[in-house]
């Protein structure tokens, strides 16, 4: 017969306590940023004045601080690409 090793244990099979402590620091990193965007977005629902180049627009605070995180993710998404090389696959 097999047995099966007491030292190998499928992820499916782990206990929630251990599956939570296997986080990863950048895991951790990114929750607490997503954490504190969200209690900073909520903070703020006032409605505030965008003065663009040619109008104004009323808009709450909130739609505002949603944007300015996309654009951010977005631009430092792409610069974070920027200095990787495209790795060539075996074959």
Do not use: Y
């Amino acid at each position: 017969m097999s047995e099966r090793s007491p030292q190998r244990i499928e992820t499916s099979e782990r206990a929630p306590a251990e599956r939570l402590r296997s986080l990863t620091p950048k895991q951790t990193a990114s929750a607490v940023g997503v954490v504190v965007v969200v209690v900073f977005a909520l903070i703020n629902l006032q409605n505030v004045t965008m003065h663009w180049i040619v109008g104004t627009t009323h808009t709450p605070l909130i739609v505002l601080v949603a944007i300015c995180v996309l654009v951010g993710g977005g631009v430092g998404f792409l610069l974070g690409r920027r200095g990787r090389t495209p790795t060539k696959l075996d074959g």
